[in-house]
């Protein structure tokens, strides 16, 4: 059975830093990309980027690019995202997709880690 | 970046009824596109990809069509587990956008 299973929801103060993980298991980790979304409260869903983990081959949304990083260890079948020094304005719900199947589209969602940055 | 426009942004309707939302995208992006159902506090669930393919599980109430630039998600009869807010995404290149969503009300 595919499993895509999340670290827990986060409370961090501005300008911290923190990084939250998402394990696969059930398929092949190394040759099935995996991604992150965010979703800020009450809002859409934005793709902040995807990995690679057979090559580590890391595509980022410009949006994204410069604020966050997006990494996997592929000895533990887990994919990370994290920031170096967190805003009141990442407050959200982060969700970690893999896209097992032939294409690039996500077909098995973790759970969601919810961030919150507050003073 | 290709921009991927839902519309309508809400939709009213009652069970029975069959709806249609349509997803428009900035450049044609052949049928590299997806839709995704989502209930509060859950994670999207995937319905369809590549444009038409119906996703493993997925009631055959829901159906995709179009390419190139225009997509519509029909839903033949809806049900009540069905109301929830729908979003397509392209994978054509990246970045792998989604739309704004469709949240299908009550009517």
């Known amino acids: 059975e595919v499993q895509v299973v999340q670290s827990g929801a986060e409370m961090k103060k501005p300008g911290e830093s923190l990084k939250i993980s998402c394990k696969g298991s059930g398929y092949s980790f190394t040759k099935s990309w995996i991604g992150w979304v965010r979703q800020m409260p009450g809002k859409g869903l934005e793709w902040m980027g995807i990995?690679?983990?057979?090559?580590?081959?890391?595509r980022y949304s410009p949006s994204f690019q410069g604020q966050v990083t997006i990494s996997a260890d592929k000895s533990i079948s887990t994919a990370y995202l994290q920031w170096s020094s967190l805003k009141a304005s990442d407050t959200a719900m982060y969700f970690c997709?893999?896209?097992?199947?032939?294409?690039?589209?996500?077909?098995?969602w973790g759970q969601g880690t919810l961030v919150t940055v507050s003073p | 970046d290709i921009q991927m426009t839902q519309s309508p942004s809400t939709l009213s309707a009652s069970v029975g009824d069959r709806v249609a939302i349509t997803c428009r995208a900035s450049q044609t992006i052949s049928n590299w596109l997806a839709w995704y159902q989502q209930k509060p506090g859950k994670a999207p669930k995937l319905l369809i990809y590549r444009a038409s393919s119906l996703e493993d599980g997925v009631p055959s109430r829901f159906s995709g069509s179009g390419s190139g630039t225009e997509f519509t998600l029909t839903i033949s009869s809806l049900q009540p587990d069905d109301f929830a807010t729908y979003y397509c995404q392209h994978y054509n290149n990246y970045p792998y956008t989604f739309g704004q969503g469709t949240k299908l009300e009550i009517k």
């Open positions: 990995i690679y983990p057979g090559d580590s081959d890391t």
């Open positions: 997709a893999a896209a097992v199947g032939s294409g690039k589209n996500f077909d098995y």
